[in-house]
């Protein structure tokens, strides 16, 4: 049939795209490395075509670069660019969790809260024991499901890529702290209750340290 091959092509495409991301976020591929279509496509053992459009696809989300005649390079990010990463999504998650808070969330809402929170508490305790790579993605997780509760697929789809990079700019620096636990911010939880109680003060002061929190870091470098 012709439409299984499309589908198939499409599915190894984001597969590969997926697990690209994954070696980024954990460190194994930092800022700078360059790599061509044929060298990750030997790498999976799967044709150049789908591994170009997952390239491509990335390169459009802000993590790769192409290179001219040499292929792809994971993206170097400068503190700059994740000042204005923090700003950019403090904007948009301020007036996101507002909202949550003072109109509440939407009907039929309560479990996906359930599953934010235990969201909450495994990146809680992720960052609490210095894992890094876990800690990663119980994070993202947790902050797609919870703007997700506003219920618009762009919001959280602008924000899920910030936060992605913000991660592909700190990953490197943070594997080298040697006060880890300290550079990670651990309040998730709180957030959670922030918002189920419809606090918009104590929503508005959470999210205001976390963003708080990134740039103080970042600020040290």
Partial sequence: MPGSGAV?????????????RDEVL??????????TVKQIAEQYEVSATPVREALVDLSAQGLLELVQHRGFRVRVYSV?????????????????????????TAPGSGEMLVSV???????R???????????????????????????????SEFLHRIRVQCWVFAVPHLQRE????????????????????????????L???????GLDWAAAL
Avoid: C, K
Wanted: aromatic fraction near 8%.
């Fill in 8 to 20: 198939t092509r499409n599915t190894l495409r984001q597969q590969i795209a997926d697990a690209l």
């Fill in 26 to 35: 954990a460190g194994r591929l930092p800022p700078g490395t360059e790599f």
């Fill in 80 to 104: 700059d660019d994740f000042r204005g990463m923090v700003e950019a999504r403090s904007l948009v998650v301020d007036g996101i969790f507002l909202r949550l808070a003072e109109r509440g």
């Fill in 117 to 123: 929170r235990r969201r909450a508490e495994e990146a």
């Fill in 125 to 155: 305790r992720a960052a609490h024991s210095g894992s890094l790579e876990v800690l990663i993605g119980y994070d993202l997780r947790f902050w797609r499901e919870l703007s997700g509760l506003v219920g618009n697929t762009y919001i």
């Fill in 178 to 205: 040697p006060q880890l636990r300290a550079a990670l911010w651990d309040r998730h939880g709180e957030l959670v209750d922030a918002v189920t109680l419809a606090d918009a003060d104590e929503v508005r002061r």
């Fill in 207 to 213: 999210v205001q340290d976390y963003n708080q929190h």
